[in-house]
């Protein structure tokens, strides 16, 4: 039987490294493949588009779904359907792209090629230029290619940084949104070799990619050109970095089943979430209540999502920076020193009669960053010396952080004496530990650390009298975090303190955001408590959700308490409080019933089944069978996957109801 292979990220980086040491060419045997999980955020994702795309096209009344229900149709369907015209589409993603700033995974990707350690080809189905601005901001000069007219500009035999876009960028109306714009540009052409199907082809005749950030759609320029060159050996494997390890399943058995690809996924660890999808010994659904549920949100406020669960672009590119030992970038470590060389190596002649004359006078704008240069060194050495020590380790901190050196950066924040710092070295020490907490998702000790670090770095600003707002928010985001990291440490009482201190702190407050970590925390104290079998506390804390924020209107909020509502009605089940918890299901629904919030029907949706469940538990099977009617009345039409699954598990369990 066939299976997929799959390696950790560090079997993978030690498998680059390995092939890299052993080439006795100048030719790199790699190029980076990469999409859209390199631009997100600010950039959203197809899902985030299509969603987007579906309301604009509602209101010129376009409503009719898509035949197909693959991703490229959605998205390509919806595209047209909001923007018809070409020039619209193109506005639209200049809309989205414009004035947005670069990426973290974009800047590691750039430091990474500035040297062309590993390759100095990167192929990409992204609209924006990133990347590109990146690397003019590190001064290294690039090759971009964005259109098939263009693709003689790359030279693979070249060591110049070479970046093709191979669905064009948002600069010119011609890129390629649609289904047939996209497969167009895979076929090849039997007038010309200036097509991008034609300079894959050569590229992939050297080279294997380091897929990442990318899906995958199989009749594209990429996922062709790929199962032409697997037709035959590899000199080298191909890696695909799967951000979760569930993205293979839309890819095709001849990627997935090749003996020279390999997927890098998370570590398989068991989820905080339990799934209702498991299967009986006759491999149907089995009849079982959805359990439990952990906001999805609490697993970081600031973007981010629980990275034991995820594979995100900047970890991949993070590792490899580790592994090849980078120096941090001249513009991070001199950057007087930095824009001094650069000026002068791209605007000065060293003899004007060589050149023309200095109408700008840039020659003088030298002169003043190399003077304050002299000052700044001046500066530096004036201090007494423990005020140096502290400047040094702070730096030494920050070139922690620039080198994906996490574990570093932690150890040098500790021994750090905070007093001797200002304010603005403290806030910069804070942000590096959020950095190295959201990282080092692998060592829950070091981001407990980092967390502690976190929330006393803000309340010694607070101290201070620092006019920041976002202080506050910082503390609370730290402090659910830590009591979820305690949690993940089975240190549950200390978890509860955590989230109690979350309450004490800011309960009282009037503001959604800090309303929102107030609710998540007695969320999960609540689940905290059911994992240390307090059932009837655990009640209490989810009852407490609905006091507080039952009547809030605000879509976040109505998240939180149905989520309470719907965890109360689990533990309640748990007591064999059977009819209480079918009175907390029913809540939901009465609440929540009538919303057209996503997030918020998957909770009436799952309400509706375990209260059919529930009632099959009692024999009541005729108002069982009506419950998984309604779940299959309300939402059977819908095309969310979450709320699919419901719907599929209550027309399962209608069948074997007796």
Same mark, same amino acid.
């Given at each position: 039987?066939?299976?997929?292979?799959?390696?950790?990220?560090?079997?993978?980086?030690?498998?680059?490294?390995?092939?890299?040491?052993?080439?006795?060419?100048?030719?790199?045997?790699?190029?980076?493949?990469?999409?859209?999980?390199?631009?997100?955020?600010?950039?959203?994702?197809?899902?985030?588009?299509?969603?987007?795309?579906?309301?604009?096209?509602?209101?010129?009344?376009?409503?009719?779904?898509?035949?197909?229900?693959?991703?490229?149709?959605?998205?390509?369907?919806?595209?047209?359907?909001?923007?018809?015209?070409?020039?619209?589409?193109?506005?639209?993603?200049?809309?989205?792209?414009?004035?947005?700033?670069?990426?973290?995974?974009?800047?590691?990707?750039?430091?990474?090629?500035?040297?062309?350690?590993?390759?100095?080809?990167?192929?990409?189905?992204?609209?924006?230029?990133?990347?590109?601005?990146?690397?003019?901001?590190?001064?290294?000069?690039?090759?971009?290619?964005?259109?098939?007219?263009?693709?003689?500009?790359?030279?693979?035999?070249?060591?110049?940084?070479?970046?093709?876009?191979?669905?064009?960028?948002?600069?010119?109306?011609?890129?390629?949104?649609?289904?047939?714009?996209?497969?167009?540009?895979?076929?090849?052409?039997?007038?010309?070799?200036?097509?991008?199907?034609?300079?894959?082809?050569?590229?992939?005749?050297?080279?294997?990619?380091?897929?990442?950030?990318?899906?995958?759609?199989?009749?594209?320029?990429?996922?062709?050109?790929?199962?032409?060159?697997?037709?035959?050996?590899?000199?080298?494997?191909?890696?695909?970095?799967?951000?979760?390890?569930?993205?293979?399943?839309?890819?095709?058995?001849?990627?997935?089943?090749?003996?020279?690809?390999?997927?890098?996924?998370?570590?398989?660890?068991?989820?905080?979430?339990?799934?209702?999808?498991?299967?009986?010994?006759?491999?149907?659904?089995?009849?079982?209540?959805?359990?439990?549920?952990?906001?999805?949100?609490?697993?970081?406020?600031?973007?981010?999502?629980?990275?034991?669960?995820?594979?995100?672009?900047?970890?991949?590119?993070?590792?490899?920076?580790?592994?090849?030992?980078?120096?941090?970038?001249?513009?991070?470590?001199?950057?007087?020193?930095?824009?001094?060389?650069?000026?002068?190596?791209?605007?000065?002649?060293?003899?004007?009669?060589?050149?023309?004359?200095?109408?700008?006078?840039?020659?003088?704008?030298?002169?003043?960053?190399?003077?304050?240069?002299?000052?700044?060194?001046?500066?530096?050495?004036?201090?007494?010396?423990?005020?140096?020590?502290?400047?040094?380790?702070?730096?030494?901190?920050?070139?922690?952080?620039?080198?994906?050196?996490?574990?570093?950066?932690?150890?040098?924040?500790?021994?750090?004496?905070?007093?001797?710092?200002?304010?603005?070295?403290?806030?910069?020490?804070?942000?590096?530990?959020?950095?190295?907490?959201?990282?080092?998702?692998?060592?829950?000790?070091?981001?407990?650390?980092?967390?502690?670090?976190?929330?006393?770095?803000?309340?010694?600003?607070?101290?201070?009298?620092?006019?920041?707002?976002?202080?506050?928010?910082?503390?609370?985001?730290?402090?659910?975090?830590?009591?979820?990291?305690?949690?993940?440490?089975?240190?549950?009482?200390?978890?509860?303190?955590?989230?109690?201190?979350?309450?004490?702190?800011?309960?009282?407050?009037?503001?959604?955001?800090?309303?929102?970590?107030?609710?998540?925390?007695?969320?999960?104290?609540?689940?905290?408590?059911?994992? +240390?079998?307090?059932? &009837?506390?655990?009640?209490?804390?989810? =009852? $407490?959700?609905?006091? /507080? %924020? *039952?009547? #809030? !209107?605000? @879509?976040?909020?109505?998240?939180?308490?149905?989520?309470?509502?719907?965890?109360?009605?689990?533990?309640?089940?748990?007591?064999?409080?059977?009819?209480?918890?079918?009175?907390?299901?029913?809540?939901?629904?009465?609440?929540?019933?009538?919303?057209?919030?996503?997030?918020?029907?998957?909770?009436?949706?799952?309400?509706?089944?375990?209260?059919?469940?529930?009632?099959?538990? +009692?024999?009541?099977? &005729?108002?069982?069978?009506?419950?998984? =009617? $309604?779940?299959?009345? /309300? %939402? *059977?039409? #819908? !095309?969310? @996957?979450?709320?699919?699954?419901?719907?599929?598990?209550?027309?399962?369990?209608?069948?074997?109801?007796?």
């Amino acid at each position: 039987m066939k299976s997929l292979q799959w390696i950790d990220l560090e079997i993978a980086v030690n498998h680059i490294q390995h092939a890299l040491e052993d080439i006795n060419e100048d030719v790199s045997p790699f190029f980076f493949l990469v999409g859209a999980g390199i631009s997100h955020p600010p950039i959203p994702l197809a899902l985030d588009i299509i969603e987007h795309c579906k309301v604009t096209a509602g209101k010129y009344g376009k409503i009719n779904p898509p035949l197909e229900k693959q991703s490229i149709d959605k998205y390509s369907h919806w595209f047209q359907q909001a923007y018809p015209q070409p020039i619209q589409r193109q506005n639209y993603l200049r809309n989205l792209i414009e004035g947005k700033a670069i990426s973290a995974a974009n800047f590691r990707l750039a430091h990474l090629m500035l040297e062309k350690t590993i390759t100095n080809i990167v192929i990409t189905t992204n609209f924006d230029d990133f990347l590109s601005q990146a690397l003019t901001l590190f001064g290294k000069q690039h090759i971009v290619c964005d259109h098939p007219n263009t693709v003689e500009r790359i030279d693979t035999e070249q060591k110049d940084i070479q970046i093709i876009h191979v669905h064009g960028t948002h600069w010119f109306y011609d890129c390629c949104n649609l289904q047939g714009e996209i497969e167009g540009r895979s076929q090849p052409s039997g007038h010309t070799t200036l097509t991008m199907a034609a300079l894959l082809d050569r590229i992939l005749s050297r080279h294997s990619p380091l897929v990442i950030g990318y899906s995958g759609w199989e009749n594209d320029v990429i996922m062709t050109a790929l199962k032409r060159r697997l037709q035959n050996p590899l000199p080298y494997n191909l890696y695909w970095f799967c951000y979760r390890r569930d993205d293979v399943d839309t890819l095709p058995d001849w990627l997935k089943y090749h003996p020279q690809v390999y997927f890098v996924g998370p570590p398989v660890k068991e989820s905080s979430r339990q799934n209702v999808d498991e299967l009986n010994e006759n491999g149907k659904i089995a009849k079982k209540p959805m359990k439990e549920a952990i906001p999805e949100d609490v697993k970081g406020f600031l973007g981010k999502k629980d990275n034991e669960s995820t594979l995100p672009a900047q970890k991949v590119f993070d590792m490899l920076i580790q592994k090849f030992d980078l120096e941090a970038p001249e513009l991070t470590t001199d950057p007087l020193g930095f824009y001094a060389k650069y000026l002068c190596r791209t605007l000065m002649h060293d003899n004007p009669e060589k050149g023309e004359s200095d109408i700008y006078f840039i020659r003088s704008v030298i002169d003043r960053i190399e003077q304050a240069k002299e000052e700044e060194k001046v500066k530096l050495e004036k201090p007494k010396k423990k005020e140096k020590m502290i400047n040094h380790k702070v730096e030494e901190l920050r070139y922690a952080i620039r080198r994906s050196q996490y574990r570093e950066a932690i150890r040098l924040a500790t021994v750090i004496d905070k007093s001797e710092l200002s304010s603005q070295q403290l806030r910069e020490l804070m942000n590096a530990m959020w950095s190295a907490a959201t990282e080092l998702n692998d060592n829950y000790v070091e981001v407990l650390s980092s967390y502690d670090l976190i929330i006393k770095i803000a309340d010694t600003l607070l101290k201070k009298k620092i006019d920041d707002s976002t202080l506050l928010e910082w503390i609370a985001i730290a402090l659910v975090n830590k009591g979820f990291t305690l949690g993940k440490l089975n240190r549950n009482e200390d978890a509860i303190s955590a989230f109690d201190e979350v309450v004490r702190r800011f309960g009282d407050s009037t503001e959604t955001a800090m309303q929102e970590k107030v609710a998540i925390a007695l969320v999960i104290k609540g689940f905290t408590l059911g994992k +240390l079998n307090l059932n &009837e506390d655990a009640i209490s804390a989810f =009852d $407490e959700v609905v006091k /507080r %924020f *039952g009547d #809030s !209107t605000e @879509t976040t909020m109505q998240e939180k308490v149905a989520t309470a509502l719907f965890n109360k009605g689990v533990k309640l089940g748990e007591l064999n409080l059977n009819e209480d918890a079918i009175s907390a299901y029913d809540e939901i629904v009465k609440r929540f019933g009538d919303s057209t919030e996503t997030t918020i029907q998957e909770k009436v949706a799952t309400a509706l089944f375990n209260k059919g469940f529930t009632l099959e538990v +009692l024999n009541r099977n &005729e108002d069982a069978i009506s419950a998984y =009617d $309604e779940v299959v009345r /309300r %939402f *059977g039409d #819908s !095309t969310e @996957t979450a709320i699919q699954e419901q719907v599929a598990k209550a027309l399962s369990n209608i069948k074997t109801v007796v």
